[in-house]
């Protein structure tokens, strides 16, 4: 009798079996049960049912539609030669190459080596199998898996490849390796590349399993992610692995994943996140690079994460953490960490941090701080460039955030937070973003080319003072606004402007008593304001050239006096089904003034009149002044009485008459003139970018100049102080914004 030593190698353990050969029992179509150097020949199709080590002397077709190998014994040790199990297509009727299948009880101590298995459904399964490994092995072309664990433990696979897991025709899907049930699985120096089809399939997916160990392995061009979690799973290592160019995520950690390690490995030209974490808890990341994705690393709802001397370059979006919660914020994330060359600064309970230009952070997250001073920042392609959480006294100024999910970002609690002469552009959703948050101002600050300027939510005690929101764009159903404001009390606008922006100049909802004082909304696309809030005050503003109207009013108790409505498209102003709303010294001056829609009722159109500054010039105030840029319009062709109003009334809307229509005979033609002043910088050495224009790409251009050493001429020191260093980034920022 001979022997075959067999050793298997799990976690700390080693297993050394020697197993005895005998006359194992084989049985199937064409089985053989010849010896070939001590060990069985084998002929698939095959069952094997007895302990044994067996080889393949040649290659074997499948053309009827059956598993190629059944093992339903322990202690069996199957070495391939190189040699190939092919199926049929066309005819696979979920077959499996080599198939461990533990009926009654675990299968203990089984070997696969050295084989080449394609065109079955599953290449390799094992069902309740213990202690097994699977050995420089080729999988190709297999359609659901290629190889498939299933109540499995302490499994090595080790030195293979697995190749173009796909299902065929109209239907999607195909994992390269699936580990469902299982514990203990140790992956090494397996290549998986091409799995699944129609955006769906994973490269190595893990469900309801612990303690899978992913290492020196690379992981390529899945049609989905390229490493994936689902339910329960703990304890996954991932190091020192290549996970590139899936068409999903790179890395996917979802919910039940506990204890996660990835660490020494490359992410990188993943379509959409490099490594994505949503809901998953207590990982640690360490040393990898995260590069070219669409988004670096994601956490999402996730809770106490710690990251160190990870490389995050060259993603649209490098770090992008969310959560519900501070409690999904407290993560360790140290500032060996850099975002394009750059350190992450991630504060947990600072008291009295200063966070200034020669710091130089790519981005910063403060969770439970308390006073805390930035200054002098450029902060570009993360998920925020400055995100407050639950953090109590805080200055930021002279911001300039671009590139970003969000620019400046309050939430969660936030108080007593001011942000002054700051700007953002081109962030992916807002250039500013509050809620849930207490007495937040915005002062001298200006938004451009983002989704909305200045997003506001759930807040009391807001303040928007000499703000600029201009040109937002996005998706139209998207509503790109200047201003967004959203469930918020206490709501101040003043002295502002928004212009140009592609949906609304500003957007009131369920903001009760908003005041907008002294400020012009001009040439948006919808309207200048649109209000679905009851109570707002709109006084001495500047509606105009607005596209679809000047003013939309869809809430009860609104009040407007002393605004000049002038040269919208549309509508000046509409109303729609409110009630109690009070205008009066305002100056229409549209193609249609006013149009009235629903059950809109007790609309008042002036008052007694009174001494005071009148919207036209005049020293009285009483009603509002009708005019038309097309032709006369009623208070043009109105006879007026000697005190200024028309001595006849007008009714401009189906409710209500104004009983003190101005007359033209007192307007003051200047009165009413709209001019906006804005900074224009010709000189081309503030071109840093060399695209014809100035503006805060520049700002980011010369910064990334000095940090690499590109840009240290003396034509760069726009601080004046004989050296070019960040200082210059800050005085060119300054000189722009």
């Known amino acids: 009798m001979s022997s075959h030593p067999i050793i298997f190698i799990t976690g700390c353990f080693f297993y050394i079996l020697v197993i005895s050969t005998g006359i194992p029992a084989v049985f199937g179509e064409d ?18 049912t007895t302990p044994g080590t067996y080889v393949l002397s040649s290659d074997a077709e499948m053309m009827n539609g059956t598993d190629a190998i059944t093992i339903l014994s322990g202690n069996v040790f199957i070495d391939g030669m190189g040699h190939k199990l092919e199926a049929n297509v066309s005819d696979q009727n979920q077959t499996v190459g080599i198939k461990v299948e533990g009926k009654d009880s675990t ?16 290449g390799i399964k094992m069902d309740k199998t213990e202690v097994a490994a699977i050995q420089n092995c080729s999988l190709s072309v297999n359609q659901i898996s290629g190889i498939a664990l299933i109540n499995a433990s302490s499994v090595i696979i080790n030195g293979s490849e697995i190749v173009s897991t796909q299902v ?19 992956i090494t120096s ?23 160990t992913l290492d020196t392995s690379t992981i390529t061009s899945s049609a989905g992610s390229g490493v994936s979690t689902q339910g329960n799973s703990s304890g996954l290592i991932i190091r020192d692995s290549i996970i590139s160019g899936n068409d999903a995520n790179g890395i996917s950690l979802t919910e039940g994943c506990t204890g996660p390690q990835i660490s020494g490995s490359q992410v990188r030209e993943n379509t959409l996140t490099g490594i994505e974490i949503s809901s998953a808890k207590s990982g640690i990341l360490v040393g990898n690079l995260i590069e070219k994705n669409q988004v670096g690393l994601s956490l999402s709802n996730a809770e106490d994460f710690s990251a160190s001397g990870n490389n995050i370059k060259n993603n649209k979006i490098n770090l992008d953490i969310t959560g519900n919660s501070p409690l999904e914020y407290w993560h360790h994330i140290d500032k060996t960490n850099l975002a394009d060359g750059r350190p992450i600064w991630y504060l947990l309970g600072n008291k009295d941090s200063s966070i200034s230009a020669a710091d130089n952070p790519s981005c910063i997250y403060a969770v439970n701080c308390t006073n805390l001073t930035v200054v002098d920042q450029v902060l570009s392609k993360n998920g925020a460039g400055i995100f407050l959480i639950n953090t109590d006294s805080a200055i930021l100024s002279r911001i300039s955030a671009l590139d970003n999910t969000f620019g400046v970002r309050i939430g969660y609690g936030s108080r007593d937070i001011t942000v002054t002469d700051s700007s953002t552009e081109t962030n992916l959703i807002a250039g500013y973003a509050v809620a849930g948050s207490q007495n937040i101002t915005f002062r001298s600050c200006s938004a451009q080319n983002n989704l909305v300027g200045f997003f506001c939510s759930e807040t009391n005690k807001l303040l928007l003072e000499e ?20 469930g918020c009390t206490n709501v101040s606008v003043t002295n502002s402007l928004a212009r140009q922006n592609q949906f609304d100049g500003l957007y009131l909802k369920d903001s009760p008593d908003t005041l907008i004082s002294g400020t012009t909304l001009s040439s948006n696309d919808i309207a200048g304001i649109a209000s679905l809030a009851e109570g707002i005050t709109v006084i001495n503003s500047t509606i105009s050239a607005n596209g679809a109207g000047g003013v939309l009013i869809y809430g009860n108790y609104s009040a407007m006096q002393g605004n000049s409505i002038q040269e919208n498209k549309g509508r000046g102003l509409i109303i729609d089904s409110v009630t109690e709303t009070k205008i009066w010294n305002n100056y229409f001056n549209n193609t249609r003034n006013v149009e ?17 500054n009148g919207i036209t010039g005049h020293t009285l ?28 009334s007008y009714s401009p809307g189906l409710n209500g008459v104004d009983q003190y229509p101005i007359s033209s005979s007192v307007l003051n033609s200047t009165s009413q003139s709209d001019q906006i002043s804005t900074l224009s910088i010709s000189d081309t050495k503030y071109d840093i970018d060399k695209n014809g ?29 004989g050296r070019v260093n960040l200082q210059d980034v800050v005085a060119l920022f300054n000189l722009i914004s």
């Open 31 to 48: 089985a053989l049960n010849e010896s070939y150097q001590g060990k069985i020949i084998l002929s698939p199709p095959v069952t094997i």
């Open 107 to 122: 299968l203990k101590n089984v070997s696969i080596s050295s084989v080449k298995i394609s065109g079955f459904h599953t």
């Open 168 to 186: 065929k025709g109209d239907e999607t899907g195909g994992d390269g390796m699936s580990i469902t049930n299982s514990d203990a699985v140790t």
């Open 190 to 212: 397996v290549q998986v590349t091409g799995s699944g089809s129609g955006g769906v399939g994973d490269g190595v997916k893990v469900t309801r399993s612990s303690t899978v």
């Open 467 to 486: 703000c600029d929101a201009h040109n937002q764009q996005g998706l139209r159903r998207r509503g790109p606004s200047g201003f967004l404001i959203s």
């Open 596 to 612: 009235m829609t629903g059950n809109s009722s007790h609309t008042t159109w002036n008052i007694t009149p009174e001494t005071g």
């Open 621 to 648: 105030i009483g009603g509002n002044y009708w005019g038309n840029p097309t032709q006369p319009g009623y208070s043009d062709i109105c006879t007026p009485n000697t005190d200024g109003f028309c001595n006849v």
């Open 693 to 721: 224009l100035v503006n805060l790409q520049d700002v980011v251009a010369l910064m990334q100049g000095i940090v690499s050493g590109t840009m240290s001429d003396s034509s760069y020191d726009f601080s004046n102080d």
